[in-house]
């Protein structure tokens, strides 16, 4: 089995590399190919994750190159976790917003936009040079917004699913307070990709009891430290909502806060700086402690579970992913991506059925969701007018005088990636 990480220069990788390696009997990889333009940090990275398989028994062989289609070829799947324009351009989406009174956020809002505008273009060549040397490939989109990203591979016919570690991370912190294997832990995960909720966390699979109130009641308090809002709003909602909910729940307090501090981007790029260093070293033979404080936990087992159960090994029979919704949430047209519970097999993703949302949650659902319609649109066809619209869509703008304002700012900080600019 041949996989391939497009991005593989990233410092996620080690993570992945050591999933990989923990989990082989689930994955059984016989070579594993990273591919990014970087050769610096790919010689770095690639020198770490040989030493962790060695380490570690595995017998995989592990290639690094800069050229996708020789990199591409051949793999059996292809794993996306791209940075399109690396830290700098992140951390231009979580200031420049500020500017407005609007949140800066990599994923979400107008930095969220920006995101989807370089990277889309950039996905769906990669993803033409893997159907042009294996149509059979699956690819795992890990890269932001997963949401969107997921949409424009769908649309223009890949075999694609969308990943995020938001559900296995709530799934393993259940499972540590319930004092149970996370194999036992059942998500009711309903919404799009960084705008979700637990509805119900159901012990044994997905017709089990449904243990969110005892969860709610007894661990209240750590829940919501986690999701950083007031216990008062998890009580009153009986459900968990992913903590990218407070960018909606709290948006002025997010704003003020984010202005009195550095942005996460240069906190990651310090820490980017750290561990490459760390990487370096000859002696290094496991992923650092400091990776974890990164970001992405957990995205290597689920990672490596999507892939087992789409190449038709070992891997879970449910997982939560992003696909097409075909008609579980009927409020959405069929070609939306959805981030729920789905059966994964050789054939892809198909979604279960989840429970009748309130409007609370459908609404916001509904509303997030044009607005991704839109940054598609602009994304794949450009203009200042789409920037615009999609900006006046998004329920974090939603003001003619902000996305006037924002869509000069983007096109400004951005016009290097967008072609059209």
């Given at each position: 089995?041949k996989?391939a990480?497009?991005?593989g220069?990233?410092?996620?990788?080690?993570?992945?590399?050591?999933?990989?390696?923990?989990l082989?009997?689930?994955?059984?990889?016989?070579?594993?190919?990273?591919?990014?333009?970087?050769?610096?940090?790919?010689?770095?990275v690639?020198?770490?994750?040989?030493r962790?398989?060695?380490?570690?028994?595995?017998?995989?062989?592990?290639?690094?190159?800069?050229?996708?289609?020789?990199g591409?070829a051949d793999a059996?799947?292809?794993?996306?976790?791209?940075?399109?324009?690396?830290?700098?351009?992140?951390?231009?989406?979580?200031t420049?917003?500020?500017?407005?009174?609007?949140?800066?956020?990599?994923?979400?809002?107008?930095g969220g936009?920006?995101?989807?505008?370089r990277t889309v273009?950039?996905v769906?060549?990669?993803?033409?040079?893997?159907?042009?040397?294996?149509?059979?490939?699956?690819?795992?989109?890990?890269?932001?917004?997963?949401?969107?990203?997921t949409?424009?591979?769908?649309?223009?016919?890949?075999?694609?699913?969308?990943?995020?570690?938001?559900?296995?991370?709530?799934?393993?912190?259940?499972?540590?307070?319930?004092?149970?294997?996370?194999?036992?832990?059942?998500?009711?995960?309903?919404g799009?990709?960084?705008l979700?909720w637990?509805?119900?966390?159901?012990l044994?699979g997905?017709?089990?009891?449904?243990?969110?109130?005892?969860l709610?009641?007894?661990?209240?308090?750590?829940?919501a430290?986690?999701?950083?809002?007031?216990?008062a709003?998890?009580?009153?909602l009986?459900?968990?909502?992913?903590?990218?909910l407070?960018?909606?729940?709290?948006?002025?307090?997010?704003v003020?806060?984010?202005?009195?501090?550095?942005?996460?981007?240069?906190?990651?790029?310090?820490?980017?700086?750290e561990?490459?260093?760390?990487?370096?070293?000859p002696?290094?033979?496991?992923?650092?402690?400091?990776?974890?404080?990164?970001?992405?936990?957990f995205?290597?087992?689920?990672?490596v579970?999507?892939?087992?159960?789409?190449?038709?090994?070992?891997?879970?029979?449910?997982?939560?992913?992003?696909?097409?919704?075909?008609?579980?949430?009927?409020?959405?047209?069929?070609?939306a991506?959805?981030?729920?519970?789905?059966?994964?097999?050789?054939t892809?993703?198909?979604?279960?059925?989840?429970?009748?949302?309130?409007p609370?949650?459908?609404?916001?659902?509904a509303?997030?969701?044009?607005?991704?319609?839109?940054?598609?649109?602009?994304?794949?066809?450009?203009?200042?007018?789409?920037?615009?619209?999609?900006?006046?869509?998004?329920?974090?703008i939603?003001?003619?005088?902000?996305?006037?304002?924002?869509?000069?700012?983007?096109?400004?900080?951005n016009?290097?990636?967008?072609?059209?600019?």
């Amino acid at each position: 089995m041949k996989l391939a990480v497009v991005g593989g220069g990233s410092t996620y990788t080690p993570e992945l590399i050591d999933g990989f390696a923990r989990l082989r009997d689930t994955l059984p990889v016989e070579e594993l190919v990273l591919v990014d333009p970087d050769a610096h940090r790919l010689e770095l990275v690639g020198g770490l994750a040989r030493r962790i398989f060695a380490k570690q028994g595995h017998p995989g062989r592990i290639v690094t190159t800069s050229d996708i289609d020789a990199g591409v070829a051949d793999a059996d799947a292809v794993l996306l976790q791209l940075r399109v324009g690396g830290q700098a351009a992140r951390n231009q989406d979580e200031t420049w917003p500020l500017e407005c009174g609007c949140v800066g956020q990599e994923t979400t809002g107008a930095g969220g936009l920006a995101k989807a505008l370089r990277t889309v273009p950039v996905v769906l060549d990669i993803a033409e040079r893997v159907r042009r040397t294996n149509p059979n490939a699956w690819i795992i989109d890990f890269t932001n917004p997963v949401g969107i990203v997921t949409r424009a591979l769908l649309q223009a016919g890949h075999k694609a699913v969308g990943l995020c570690n938001v559900a296995i991370g709530f799934q393993r912190k259940f499972a540590a307070l319930l004092d149970v294997t996370p194999g036992e832990v059942h998500l009711d995960h309903v919404g799009l990709n960084h705008l979700s909720w637990e509805l119900g966390v159901r012990l044994g699979g997905p017709e089990g009891e449904n243990v969110l109130p005892r969860l709610i009641a007894e661990h209240g308090d750590a829940i919501a430290d986690d999701l950083h809002m007031p216990r008062a709003v998890v009580d009153r909602l009986g459900v968990v909502p992913s903590y990218y909910l407070r960018y909606f729940y709290a948006h002025d307090e997010v704003v003020r806060e984010l202005g009195t501090k550095p942005s996460r981007a240069a906190e990651v790029a310090a820490m980017e700086k750290e561990l490459l260093a760390m990487y370096g070293d000859p002696a290094l033979d496991e992923k650092p402690a400091l990776l974890a404080k990164r970001g992405g936990a957990f995205y290597s087992e689920a990672a490596v579970d999507l892939a087992a159960s789409l190449l038709g090994g070992g891997g879970s029979a449910v997982q939560v992913v992003n696909t097409y919704n075909k008609g579980t949430l009927p409020f959405l047209p069929d070609d939306a991506v959805i981030e729920v519970q789905a059966r994964v097999d050789g054939t892809g993703a198909a979604p279960l059925a989840v429970p009748e949302l309130d409007p609370l949650y459908s609404g916001l659902i509904a509303n997030v969701t044009a607005y991704e319609d839109l940054a598609l649109e602009a994304a794949l066809r450009g203009g200042r007018d789409r920037v615009f619209k999609a900006l006046l869509a998004h329920p974090l703008i939603g003001q003619f005088e902000y996305a006037e304002a924002l869509t000069d700012k983007l096109i400004a900080h951005n016009r290097e990636h967008l072609a059209w600019a």
